[in-house]
C-alpha cells in the first residue's frame, strides 16, 4: 500500500507511533462490555438471515479468490477479549480491543482471509449500529470482510480523531484490508457521528492527530439521521460515495435528509443536484420486490463524478432500521446498506460503481 494515506505520518502521531503505541498501552479487557450506545434502539430483530437480500448477485465486492470466508471470533495477539455468547458484549462474534491513541473501544469481527496479504477485505466501521454488519461474516454466500462497531461520539473532534485512527490500526492488524475500500456507517446519533467525522475542520482542511478521513473512506452512510458537521466544521470535500435510508416519520431525519443531500450533491458534482422523490421501481436492486413497496422512495442525484449520492425514504416509518408496517420480507436498512456498498471505492471513476436502484 505505498503511497496510500494509510502509509503516511499525519499531524503529530503517524503510524510508525501508532504501532509502537500500541505494543504498550492496549490493555486487556476483562469481563464483557458493551459496545453499542445512543438514542433509541428500534427494532432490536435481526432475523436468521433468510430475508436478507442475495449477497451472492452483487459483483464488486468479490473475495479475489476462492477461499471460503471463515468468520473469525478470536485474534491473534494481545488486548483482546473474546465476546460472551449472550449477545452482549460485541454480540455473538467478535472481539473488543482498544485504539491506541484514543483510548477509544471497538469491537471488530473478520474472515480469515483478511489475516493475510492480498485478502482484499473491505472495512465497515459501524456507529451505533448493533453489530448488525456481523452477521454476514458467517454466511458462506458472502465475500470476506473486516467489521468493527465503535462507541458512539458526538463530539466532532473526537469522532474525526477516532474513525482517523481506526484504519491505520487495522491495515496493521490484518494485511488483508483493501484500503480502497473503507466505508463509515452509522444509525441514529452514530449518523451524525459518521459524517461529523468526515468533515473538515475550520480551517478548511482535514485534519486530526491521527491522519485524514475524507480521503481515506470510500462512503458515508447514516441510517435514522441526517449527516450535518459540528459547529466549526465544513461539509466534506468530497470524492466519497453517500447513501442514507429513514423513515418519513422520523423526527431526526426531517424532510429525509434531502437538504443535506443535494449540497452533498453539488459537491461531489452531481448532475442532477435538484432531484425529487421518486416511487421504487419492482426491479428495483435494493428493495425486495413485494407488496407495499410502492410505499417507498428513492432518491439519486444523477451522474457524480466525486461519488454517488442517493437515499431512500420508508412512508410511515419512524426511527427504525427495521421497515416492517408495509414489505414483506422485511426491507431492513442494514441488508440494503451492505449491499448498496457492494463495487464503490476509492479512487472513483468508471466502473467501480455499484447496484443502482430504479425507479417506476
Request: hydrophobic fraction near 35%.
Amino acid at each position: 500500500m505505498t503511497g496510500h494515506p494509510l502509509d503516511a505520518k499525519s499531524g503529530s502521531v503517524g503510524l510508525s507511533s501508532l504501532i509502537k503505541n500500541f505494543a504498550v498501552t492496549v490493555i486487556l479487557i476483562a469481563g464483557w462490555m458493551g459496545c453499542s450506545s445512543g438514542a433509541g434502539r428500534g427494532d432490536q430483530d435481526i432475523g436468521d438471515g433468510t430475508e436478507r437480500m442475495d449477497a451472492a448477485n452483487a459483483s464488486g465486492m468479490d473475495s479475489g479468490g476462492t477461499t471460503s470466508p471463515t468468520m473469525e471470533t478470536k485474534a491473534p495477539g494481545d488486548g483482546e477479549v473474546a465476546s460472551t455468547k449472550d449477545g452482549m458484549g460485541c454480540g455473538e462474534v467478535g472481539v473488543i480491543r482498544v485504539l491506541p491513541g484514543t483510548g477509544s473501544k471497538y469491537c471488530v469481527a473478520w474472515n480469515k482471509q483478511c489475516e493475510k496479504p492480498g485478502g482484499n477485505c473491505p472495512l465497515l466501521v459501524a456507529v451505533n449500529m448493533d453489530h448488525r454488519f456481523f452477521k454476514y461474516l458467517s454466511d458462506p454466500t458472502s465475500p470476506p470482510y473486516i467489521a468493527v462497531e465503535s462507541y458512539q461520539e458526538t463530539d466532532g473532534q473526537g469522532v474525526k480523531d477516532k474513525l482517523a485512527e481506526i484504519p491505520r490500526v487495522i491495515t496493521k492488524d490484518f494485511p488483508g484490508l483493501d484500503p480502497e475500500r473503507i466505508y463509515a456507517i452509522g444509525w441514529s446519533a452514530g449518523a451524525g457521528a459518521v459524517s461529523r467525522g468526515l468533515c473538515m475542520s475550520s480551517k478548511n482542511y482535514d485534519e486530526s492527530s491521527f491522519g485524514t478521513t475524507s480521503d481515506i473512506y470510500a462512503a458515508m452512510v447514516t441510517a435514522g439521521g441526517c449527516s450535518a458537521c459540528s459547529d466549526g466544521f465544513m461539509p466534506i470535500a468530497g470524492n466519497t460515495h453517500v447513501f442514507a435510508t429513514n423513515g418519513s416519520e422520523d423526527p431526526f431525519a426531517a424532510e429525509g435528509c434531502v437538504p443535506k443531500l443535494k449540497a452533498l450533491a453539488k459537491i461531489n458534482g452531481c448532475s442532477q443536484p435538484e432531484a425529487k422523490w421518486c416511487n421504487v421501481a419492482p426491479a428495483d436492486a435494493l428493495v425486495p420486490n413485494a407488496p407495499g413497496n410502492d410505499r417507498v422512495r428513492r432518491i439519486s442525484f444523477g451522474t457524480c463524478p466525486r461519488g454517488d449520492v442517493e437515499a431512500y425514504l420508508f412512508m410511515d416509518e419512524g426511527h427504525d432500521i427495521t421497515y416492517k408496517k408495509h414489505l414483506d420480507p422485511r426491507a431492513r436498512s442494514y441488508d440494503m446498506i451492505f449491499r448498496w456498498l457492494q463495487g464503490r471505492r476509492k479512487p472513483l471513476g468508471a466502473g467501480q460503481y455499484g447496484p443502482v436502484g430504479k425507479c417506476q
